[in-house]
């Protein structure tokens, strides 16, 4: 099973800040079968990248996903008031797994 | 509209059973992938079945040989049939749609259906 680890574990931040989230795989993974999730308080995820790189339909340019082989990012360039939530990464190389998630809070 | 609606969650005692239901509208469930995940409280998301346009289905090791996952086509709903239930079952379920081609990703989510397993 490959283990996802996202860090840091909670994000604390300020609107219009620029957050960073990390997910790093126990093996490789292949890029195309990276994705992220966003969930917000007390709703389903929603996808917001997949492929490592590619916006899902709907989602801003503020959100870009980078990485390759055991280390992938997602970056939120400028944090807007509902981007406050948790995200998950997800991998389909092998039994899908999630990554634990990383909060991203108002500071 | 397109979306897949989740039913059938509630209270139930270990050892137990319960079927979950997904409605699906919008696209047609016998040419789609879908996967059901589940969260329990507090926890990170785990996935827990997948059922491929061919009928093909897949288990998580937690569940194989316990949950059972179906589909009526002319329904266009699914079922997951739930047996032995475990207090380590409990769990928000969601049914999702995979996209699937040069890359897979969960493209469309339900809401979502609780389960608790309590004596």
């Known amino acids: 099973e490959i283990v996802l680890t996202q860090s840091p574990g909670t994000l604390s931040l300020s609107p219009g800040e620029r957050a960073t989230l990390s997910c790093r795989a126990s093996?490789?993974?292949?890029?195309?079968?990276l994705s992220w999730y966003q969930q917000r308080p007390g709703q389903a995820p929603r996808p917001l990248i997949y492929?490592?790189?590619t916006r899902a339909t709907g989602i801003p340019d503020r959100f870009s996903g980078s990485g390759s082989g055991t280390d992938f990012t997602l970056t939120i360039s400028r944090l807007e008031p509902e981007d406050f939530a948790v995200y998950y990464c997800q991998q389909r190389d092998t039994s899908p797994t999630f990554g634990q998630g990383t909060r991203v809070e108002i500071k | 509209e397109v979306q897949l609606v989740e039913s059938g969650g509630g209270s139930v005692q270990p050892g137990g059973s319960l079927r979950l239901s997904c409605a699906v509208s919008?696209?047609?469930?016998?040419?789609?992938?879908i996967s059901w995940l589940r969260q329990a409280p507090g926890k990170r998301l785990e996935w827990v079945s997948d059922?491929?346009?061919?009928?093909?289905?897949y288990y998580a090791d937690s569940v194989n040989g316990r949950f059972t996952l179906s589909r009526d086509n002319s329904k266009n709903m699914l079922y997951f049939q739930m047996n032995s239930l475990r207090v380590e079952d409990t769990a928000v379920y969601y049914c999702?749609?995979?996209?699937?081609?040069?890359?897979?990703?969960?493209?469309?989510w339900g809401r979502g259906t609780l389960v608790t397993v309590s004596s």
């Open positions: 059922i491929y346009s061919g009928g093909q289905t």
């Open positions: 492929a490592s790189s």
């Open positions: 919008g696209f047609s469930v016998s040419r789609s992938y």
């Open positions: 999702a749609r995979l996209f699937t081609g040069s890359f897979w990703y969960l493209d469309l």
């Open positions: 093996q490789s993974v292949t890029s195309r079968l």
